[in-house]
């Protein structure tokens, strides 16, 4: 059983950043893949970003992102403190939402199943 946590979220202003975190419970942080998702008011919950477990040995750092993201948000890990980040720069309004952080055994995917989810933290990205 893995338990998270988010924090970090609140308000901002177009062009702000803020930084994520979500902190899990037990020893098998690392064998984890952590993703990221948000669902804004009256849509559905999407994908944000994801990064592989340790045991990753493919290209591209086992990082993927939706595209809406690329370029503005960062996902890192740091398996010695069982905490995945967001970071996120130049935030849009189209970017509120509840971010949630969830772990997956799979490797990274924004479609694959995902065992465990946090309570989720509120982003709100004014104009």
Known sequence: QVQLVESGGGSVQAGGSLRL???????????????WFRQAPGKEREFVAAVAPIRWSGSGGGIIYTDSVKGRFGISRDNAKNTVYLQMNRLKPEDTAVYYCAASR???????VYDYWGQGTQVTVSS
Do not use: D, E, N
Not at 21 to 34: D, P, Q
Not at 106 to 112: E, I, K, N, Y
């Open 106 to 112: 799979a490797l990274p995917s924004p479609t694959g």
């Open 21 to 35: 975190s979500c902190v899990a419970s037990g020893r098998t942080f690392s064998s984890y893949t952590m993703g």
